[in-house]
């Protein structure tokens, strides 16, 4: 029986954007005892950690802080004298190539921290919130990587040699940004308490990516942004 509930864990990595706090209440919907992983990895603002800690608590989530150093930088997220692109259009030139707000490596990193919290707690699934039509050509939101991860979890740890799966689930990675507000919208997910700009601040910026493609979605899913009402 003990066993049995323990395989009911997941681990779910939680930002506090919109997309991350729909895959938080997709594995709660799927019937999974959540525990929560939230980064402060340097980023510019600590608003979107503040929004990950609202989230897990509107549904009762247990969740850990866990802080850790990027010296090297390499991302504007994490170096202000990086600037932020701003503006950037769908289907340019620009558009298609990686951004400077890629961080290297950060969803490896992440989701490794995520397997060692797994394997200790008996969680048999990764939840997080990847989507590989977002837009911004990240190389770590994409289906492949995620297929390739698995692999890496089968081979190099002990759950995986011993027969006890842990899967990495990805319920948003074929999804837009419109279905995924929509499919949030039906999970009555607290999007006011979300944070998508790349910048903090009372408002969002309404300028840098992150913005324009949270708008786009609102538009495209037919609601009003309640950061914006």
């Given at each position: 029986?003990?066993?049995?509930?323990?395989s009911?864990?997941?681990?779910?990595?939680?930002?506090?954007?919109?997309?991350?706090?729909?895959?938080?209440?997709?594995?709660?919907?799927?019937?999974?005892?959540?525990f929560?992983?939230?980064?402060?990895?340097?980023?510019?603002?600590?608003?979107?950690?503040?929004?990950?800690?609202?989230?897990?608590?509107?549904?009762?989530?247990?969740?850990?802080?866990?802080?850790?150093?990027?010296?090297?930088?390499?991302?504007?997220?994490?170096d202000k004298?990086?600037?932020i692109p701003?503006?950037?259009?769908?289907?340019?030139?620009?558009?298609?190539?990686?951004?400077?707000?890629?961080?290297?490596?950060?969803?490896?990193?992440?989701?490794?921290?995520?397997?060692s919290?797994?394997e200790?707690?008996?969680?048999?699934?990764?939840?997080?919130?990847?989507?590989?039509?977002?837009?911004?050509?990240?190389?770590?939101?994409?289906?492949q990587?995620?297929?390739?991860?698995?692999?890496?979890?089968?081979?190099?740890?002990?759950?995986?040699?011993?027969?006890?799966?842990?899967?990495?689930?990805?319920?948003?990675?074929?999804?837009?940004?419109?279905?995924?507000?929509?499919?949030?919208?039906?999970?009555?997910?607290?999007?006011?308490?979300?944070?998508?700009?790349?910048?903090?601040?009372?408002?969002?910026?309404?300028?840098?990516?992150?913005?324009?493609?949270?708008?786009?979605?609102?538009?495209?899913?037919?609601?009003?942004?309640?950061?914006?009402?």
């Amino acid at each position: 029986m003990k066993d049995r509930k323990r395989s009911k864990r997941a681990v779910v990595l939680l930002s506090g954007g919109l997309d991350s706090a729909t895959t938080l209440y997709i594995a709660r919907r799927q019937g999974f005892e959540c525990f929560c992983l939230i980064f402060d990895y340097g980023q510019r603002h600590k608003k979107e950690i503040n929004s990950a800690k609202m989230i897990a608590a509107s549904c009762g989530c247990k969740l850990r802080l866990i802080k850790i150093s990027l010296p090297w930088k390499g991302s504007s997220l994490i170096d202000k004298g990086v600037s932020i692109p701003l503006g950037r259009l769908s289907g340019t030139k620009e558009a298609k190539q990686i951004p400077s707000t890629y961080v290297p490596g950060r969803n490896i990193i992440f989701l490794s921290f995520a397997l060692s919290f797994a394997e200790v707690i008996g969680a048999s699934a990764i939840f997080i919130g990847a989507h590989s039509q977002d837009y911004s050509g990240y190389p770590d939101c994409r289906p492949q990587f995620y297929r390739d991860f698995k692999k890496v979890i089968s081979s190099g740890t002990k759950a995986g040699v011993e027969g006890r799966r842990i899967d990495i689930r990805t319920p948003l990675i074929l999804k837009n940004k419109a279905q995924i507000i929509n499919m949030g919208k039906k999970l009555r997910v607290p999007f006011q308490l979300s944070w998508s700009c790349y910048y903090g601040g009372l408002k969002p910026c309404g300028k840098c990516d992150s913005c324009h493609f949270r708008e786009k979605g609102f538009q495209e899913a037919g609601l009003k942004d309640p950061l914006l009402a």
